[in-house]
């Protein structure tokens, strides 16, 4: 069984440029969230995907966005990046109603 | 939401139990409260969650108290691969999918 997998693990940009982040979700699991933790701190709810729809959303302007596709697997996209977005971006899987949620390694993104 | 409330770091010595405490005073009945830990360089893993009546599993142990105000993660025999972020985190009303991370407690294991 192969777990969650993010990519890339690591990437630069500059200010104001756009990025994709890609998850692939564990198999079977139906439901993805995303996660923003910048350094020292806690894990941050962004959104989460179950179905290829939006299923909840946290404190996050609409530039960032996010697809899923019908295979689960899920995109993460940020426009305009500011340099504050800079963090590790995790994604979670788990299947509808579980209680477990299984998370990747996560990308780290620096903004310059 | 509940909130919750946890020590900022706690040290053990290996092979002793560590008792890891959090306070959601605010939670309400139906809310489930989880247990994730992340070690360096990783991203958070499921531990353990409970409702009302102490759990068990193969990671480790959680004592819930009685008013439910209070839950104890308890590991009974820290290894040092146990040094990690502990997170207790209760689940936003909304549904019990959508964690909500606190600061967490850094652990220490001391050889």
């Known amino acids: 069984e192969t777990g969650v997998t993010q990519s890339p693990t690591h990437l630069i940009k500059t200010r104001g440029q756009q990025v994709t982040l890609r998850c692939s979700s564990q198999?079977?699991?139906?439901?993805v969230s995303w996660y923003q933790q910048a350094l020292g701190q806690g894990p941050q709810f962004i959104f989460q995907?179950?179905?290829?729809?939006?299923?909840g959303r946290g404190n996050f302007p609409p530039r960032f966005s996010g697809l899923q596709f019908p295979n689960y697997s899920s995109e993460l996209n940020v426009n305009a990046l500011e340099l504050d977005d800079s963090a590790l971006y995790l994604c979670?899987?788990?299947?509808?109603?579980?209680?477990?949620?299984?998370f990747g390694p996560g990308t780290r993104l620096t903004v310059l | 939401d509940a909130k919750t409330t946890q020590p900022n770091s706690m040290e053990s010595n290996e092979e002793e139990p560590v008792h890891l405490p959090c306070n959601h005073s605010?939670?309400?009945?139906?809310?489930?409260i989880h247990w994730y830990r992340q070690l360096p360089s990783q991203g958070p893993e499921y531990v353990i969650h409970?409702?009302?009546s102490n759990v068990n599993n193969r990671m480790a142990s959680l004592a819930i108290a009685e008013d439910r105000k209070s839950s104890t993660l308890i590991l009974h025999r820290a290894t040092l691969r146990d040094a990690a972020v502990y997170y207790c985190?209760?689940?936003?009303?909304?549904?019990?999918?959508?964690?909500?991370f606190g600061q967490g407690t850094r652990l220490t294991i001391n050889p």
């Open positions: 979670a899987s788990s299947a509808v109603g579980a209680n477990e949620q299984f």
């Open positions: 605010t939670i309400s009945g139906t809310d489930y």
């Open positions: 995907y179950y179905r290829e729809e939006e299923n």
């Open positions: 198999s079977g699991h139906n439901t």
């Open positions: 409970g409702l009302t």
């Open positions: 985190i209760p689940p936003l009303i909304q549904g019990a999918q959508k964690l909500v």
